[in-house]
């Protein structure tokens, strides 16, 4: 067995799982963040960029899945 490989490939899972992770928790909270019931007039503009952030970082994450995916499946593969 090659003990390199698979600790090349248990390395690259956790720094996949922790970027996934950390991108949809950070859009989550973003989001929370973005939705306040009674934001003062003067953080308006403030939470207009704090909720495109959240998106932003439900992108990364779908981008990341979806990459994800394309390197598992071989039919992707063109």
Do not use: E, N
Request: some cysteine; aromatic content about 12%.
């Amino acid at each position: 067995m090659d003990w390199l490989a698979y600790l090349v490939v248990a390395l690259v899972t956790l720094v996949a799982t922790l970027l996934v992770v950390g991108l949809y928790s950070t859009g989550v909270r973003l989001y929370a963040i973005s939705s306040d019931a009674r934001p003062s007039p003067a953080a308006q503009g403030r939470l207009v960029l704090v909720k495109a952030g959240a998106y932003a970082c439900f992108a990364l994450c779908g981008a990341a899945v979806l990459f994800g995916v394309y390197l598992i499946v071989p039919a992707l593969h063109f």
